[in-house]
């Protein structure tokens, strides 16, 4: 019955986007790819990432990705991805997730651990240095309200 349902919303939201649903087995998908969408794919790379990122298992990623492409693609064909606020959203989007590469490949994974290390032994340096109680949490307080450089 669910699942009857949840074709249902599907065959609903294909309509609703313009486009008729294929015809079973008219659609051949190949080994990479774990849904087609308006006709376009969506990846099983896709999909683990997802499922990982947001601890979701790998066919509630896929049901998640689904309903995000249809209503990505609805929003398009009412004209939101024209939108000014819409534009820079996506414009600022694009900017994190190169700075969020750019930053991944550029610091090792061991850089982090090592600096993470040596932060720790400076703050227990500082503990035995200050005659006061030593308030790491005032500490870290402290440098996230600090001016970056």
């Known amino acids: 019955m669910l699942r009857?349902?949840?074709?249902?919303?599907?065959?609903?939201?294909?309509?609703?986007?313009?486009?008729s649903p294929p015809a079973?087995?008219?659609?051949?998908?190949s080994g990479d790819v774990a849904a087609l969408v308006n006709g376009r794919p969506i990846t099983r790379d896709a999909m683990v990432t997802h499922a990982r990122a947001l601890g979701l298992l790998p066919r509630e990623a896929l049901a998640q990705l689904i309903r995000e492409r249809l209503l990505?693609?609805?929003a398009a064909s009412r004209g939101y991805d024209r939108l000014p606020?819409?534009?820079?959203?996506?414009e600022?989007?694009?900017?994190r997730a190169l700075l969020a590469r750019e930053v991944?490949?550029?610091v090792p994974a061991r850089d982090v651990a090592g600096?993470?290390?040596r932060l720790e032994a400076l703050l227990a340096q500082l503990k035995q240095a200050t005659p006061v109680r030593f308030d790491p949490q005032g500490v870290s307080r402290a440098l996230a309200?600090?001016?970056?450089?």
Do not use: F, K
Not at 6 to 19: H, K, P, Q, T
């Open 4 to 19: 009857s349902g949840a074709c249902r919303l599907l065959l609903l939201a294909l309509v609703a986007c313009g486009e």
């Open 92 to 95: 600022q989007a694009r900017v």
């Open 115 to 117: 600096r993470a290390r």
């Open 104 to 106: 991944e490949r550029a």
């Open 85 to 90: 606020a819409v534009r820079v959203g996506i």
């Open 145 to 149: 309200a600090a001016p970056r450089p």
């Open 72 to 74: 990505a693609d609805y």
């Open 24 to 29: 079973a087995g008219a659609v051949e998908l």
